[in-house]
């Protein structure tokens, strides 16, 4: 779950409890907690209330697993307090633990092929502008100002691409 326009809205209206929910919703969706620290920055940035007080319940490191995991995500919602949510990151870190590489590794997949094809977008675009940049000055293309000038947009657009991946 990303930080969609419901969410955002959810934070507008200051509605505490749907906030809540959501950011619970998306600590379950997805173990690596990306979008939860992104939404959870958020949502404390704009929600004065955002937490209880702890209930001073003792949390015990022995029994995490996937079921005391549940459970307390299931405590959450009755007691929202800093102490459970970083012991909910902790948990999920350890018993998700091969999923969140799993994860990630797809999403740098992901990401190297949307760059490799940003890539070829902008040499793409360099080369066809050069060559209606050429053919347009040698007369091929009965010099024509708009071909010329469709080429130097292309490459300049061609460039910008590859200098922006470059950057990253």
């Known amino acids: 779950m990303t930080m969609n326009a419901t969410f955002i809205a959810a934070v507008d209206e200051q509605n505490k409890r749907k906030v809540q929910v959501m950011l619970k919703d998306s600590m379950m969706i997805d173990p690596t907690l990306t979008s939860f620290k992104r939404m959870l920055a958020h949502a404390e940035k704009n929600i ?6 702890h209930n001073g319940e003792q949390f015990t490191e022995s029994t995490w697993t996937e079921e005391y ?3 307390q995500m ?3 919602l009755l007691n929202f307090s800093k102490e459970r949510i970083e012991l909910l990151k902790k948990i999920s870190k350890q018993i998700y633990q091969r999923e969140i590489v799993a994860i990630e590794e797809k999403r740098t997949q992901s990401e190297d092929t949307i760059y490799i094809s940003k890539q070829k977008i902008g040499v793409g675009l360099v080369v066809a502008g050069g060559a209606t940049i050429v053919a347009s000055t040698v007369g091929i ?3 024509k100002p708009i071909l010329v000038a469709a080429g130097v947009a292309a490459v300049v657009a061609g ?3 590859i200098v922006a991946d470059k950057r990253g």
């Open 159 to 161: 460039g910008a691409c």
């Open 141 to 143: 293309v009965a010099a």
């Open 74 to 76: 299931a405590k959450l």
């Open 48 to 53: 004065v209330n955002l937490y209880d007080a």
């Open 69 to 71: 995991f549940n459970s």
